[in-house]
T-cell receptor
């Protein structure tokens, strides 16, 4: 039982490049989330998915897209990376009572 | 609007001393409150949660928190801090475990 897994762990992009962050969970949860963490700002919700086939914007969705591929997988795509997207990205899934977090992806955009 | 305020960005305590981390929230309905801990380079781990009932909740690693509705607070406490408790602590509010709103975090440093 791996919980929530994320790939890659680290990534460096140049401005304008694209990439997809992958997330998978093996807990059979319906809800999944993408957050970004920046110093002094806590975690801010980018997008979430309440169930397979549905996605909704969170607090900071601009510059991102998501895909809920199936119940297990929820990916985050940066179409044209900007330095302001340098951050640590966390994926989470939730049962009714609790969110479970992945180990994070540290992304630097130069 | 929902929000969480953690007034202390950094706190330093001596090993063996007691600890209290403050959390104030704004939420339009019955709040479901959480404390998470993040060790350097790691993801977030749940310490404890409050949904209803007894306002003093016990968590892992010897932590507890008290819900005070009149003060809109959910402060985290530990009687005796260990060096391994050095980490960043996040308070969060939401509806059950969904769409949580997080505070900015408090970084705990432990002096030996």
């Amino acid at each position: 039982n791996a919980g929530v897994t994320q790939t890659p762990k680290f990534q460096v992009l140049k401005t304008g490049q694209s990439m997809t962050l992958q997330c998978a969970q093996d807990m059979n949860h319906n809800s999944m989330y993408w957050y970004r963490q920046d110093p002094g700002m806590g975690l801010r919700l980018i997008y979430y998915s309440a169930s397979e086939g549905t996605t909704d914007k969170g607090e900071v969705p601009n510059g991102y897209n998501v895909s809920r591929l199936n119940k297990r997988e929820f990916s985050l795509r940066l179409e044209s990376a900007a330095p302001s997207q340098t951050s640590v990205y966390f994926c989470a899934s939730s049962s009714r009572d609790e969110q479970y977090f992945g180990p994070g992806t540290r992304l630097t955009v130069t | 609007a929902q929000s969480v305020t953690q007034p202390d960005i950094h706190i330093t305590v001596s090993e063996g001393a007691s600890l209290e981390l403050r959390c104030n929230y704004s939420y339009g309905a019955t709040p479901y409150l959480f404390w998470y801990v993040q060790s350097p380079g790691q993801g977030l781990q749940l310490l404890l949660k409050y949904f209803s009932g007894d306002t003093l909740v016990q968590g892992i690693k010897g932590f507890e928190a008290e819900f005070k509705r009149s003060q809109s607070s959910f402060n985290l406490r530990k009687p005796s801090v260990h060096w391994s408790d050095a980490a960043e602590y996040f308070c969060a509010v939401g509806k059950y475990g969904n769409k949580l709103v997080f505070g900015a975090g408090t970084i705990l440093r432990v002096k030996s």
